[in-house]
């Protein structure tokens, strides 16, 4: 039996992961000769085991929550951003932080930050658990709230229709996010947000002159190519768009 083994393009790491990943070796790297302290690690810097399990072998420890890193140990953030309580957890453990958060994450951080000073409810398109929800959503507890589905976009209900704002988690299918998205905009139609949305030009492809060119769009490409698009991905991004892109486009797709 032969197989024809077709290459996704662009494929790899994004440039937010590739920095953090960065991030972390030099922290590794930075330590003084003889220095063995471990270098933690706030959540799977990258959904790969070989990735992972080198930074391992090299002193990294990875872990789930700030507590479970030692008074005064290094300390580095991963790409999906952390809510401003695990900020203050960390001053208060005197932790050495090296915050490795995407530019592009931060970039929502802010939008949602300043959307809260000016009194409005924040619809975060996103889905629950996920770190970057949990760090964005932790800027303003308050005034954000989460939106998962089209359904959600139907049912929810905000104290202001006038004051509304939307973002999204970057790392979504844009095919779902807009079917959101355009929900929310018939019920609130004086809400405002980002023009291009917030999903990243790594996943969507759209900061590089076409929406075919991004991750997603190389999983909706192998969507038109084969039957069944097996991927080799994490636990973690078990709602992987890349799933959803290429059943969205008629491919069963799965997670390997
Ligand atoms: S926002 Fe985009 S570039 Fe940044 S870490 Fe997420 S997927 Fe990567």
Same mark, same amino acid.
């Given at each position: 039996?032969?197989?024809?083994?077709?290459?996704?393009?662009?494929?790899?790491?994004?440039?937010?992961?590739? @920095?953090?990943? *960065?991030? +972390?070796? %030099?922290?590794?790297?930075?330590?003084?000769?003889?220095? !063995?302290?471990?270098?933690?690690?706030?959540?799977?810097?990258?959904?790969?085991? +070989?990735?992972? =399990?080198?930074?391992?072998? *090299?002193?990294? +420890?990875?872990?789930?929550? &700030?507590?479970?890193?030692?008074?005064g140990a290094t300390?580095?953030?991963?790409?999906?951003?952390?809510?401003?309580?695990?900020? =203050?957890?960390?001053?208060?453990?005197?932790?050495?932080?090296? =915050?490795? &958060?995407?530019?592009?994450?931060?970039?929502?951080?802010?939008?949602?930050?300043?959307?809260?000073?000016?009194?409005?409810?924040?619809?975060?398109?996103?889905?629950?658990?996920h770190p970057e929800?949990?760090?964005?959503?932790? !800027?303003?507890?308050?005034?954000?709230?989460?939106?998962?589905?089209?359904?959600?976009? !139907? *049912?929810?209900?905000?104290?202001?229709?006038? @004051?509304?704002?939307?973002?999204?988690?970057?790392?979504?299918?844009?095919?779902?996010?807009?079917?959101?998205?355009?929900? %929310?905009?018939?019920?609130?139609?004086?809400?405002?947000?980002?023009?291009?949305? =917030?999903?990243?030009?790594?996943?969507?492809?759209?900061?590089?002159?076409?929406?075919?060119?991004? @991750?997603r769009g190389a999983?909706?490409?192998?969507?038109?190519?084969?039957?069944?698009?097996?991927?080799?991905?994490?636990?973690?991004?078990? @709602?992987?768009?890349?799933?959803?892109?290429?059943?969205?486009?008629?491919?069963?797709?799965?997670?390997?």
């Open positions: 039996m032969s197989f024809v083994v077709l290459l996704a393009a662009p494929r790899g790491f994004c440039a937010g992961v590739e @920095r953090a990943i *960065r991030t +972390v070796e %030099l922290a590794l790297d930075g330590r003084a000769p003889g220095d !063995e302290r471990p270098v933690y690690v706030r959540h799977e810097i990258v959904h790969n085991k +070989v990735v992972v =399990d080198d930074l391992r072998a *090299r002193g990294a +420890v990875f872990v789930e929550d &700030t507590s479970e890193i030692p008074t300390a580095v953030f991963s790409a999906h951003g952390i809510s401003p309580r695990v900020r =203050d957890e960390a001053v208060v453990r005197g932790l050495v932080t090296l =915050d490795a &958060t995407c530019p592009l994450v931060s970039r929502v951080h802010a939008a949602v930050l300043r959307y809260a000073g000016r009194g409005y409810t924040i619809l975060f398109v996103g889905h629950a658990g929800v949990e760090g964005v959503m932790g !800027e303003a507890p308050d005034q954000v709230k989460l939106v998962q589905t089209a359904a959600d976009a !139907e *049912r929810i209900e905000v104290a202001d229709p006038t @004051r509304v704002a939307y973002a999204t988690q970057t790392t979504l299918s844009l095919d779902d996010v807009s079917a959101i998205v355009d929900t %929310l905009r018939r019920r609130f139609p004086a809400m405002v947000g980002p023009e291009a949305g =917030d999903v990243c030009y790594a996943t969507s492809g759209a900061g590089a002159g076409s929406a075919a060119r991004g @991750r999983g909706a490409r192998l969507a038109q190519l084969v039957q069944l698009e097996s991927l080799a991905r994490g636990g973690r991004d078990g @709602r992987c768009a890349w799933v959803s892109t290429g059943n969205c486009r008629g491919a069963r797709s799965q997670l390997a």
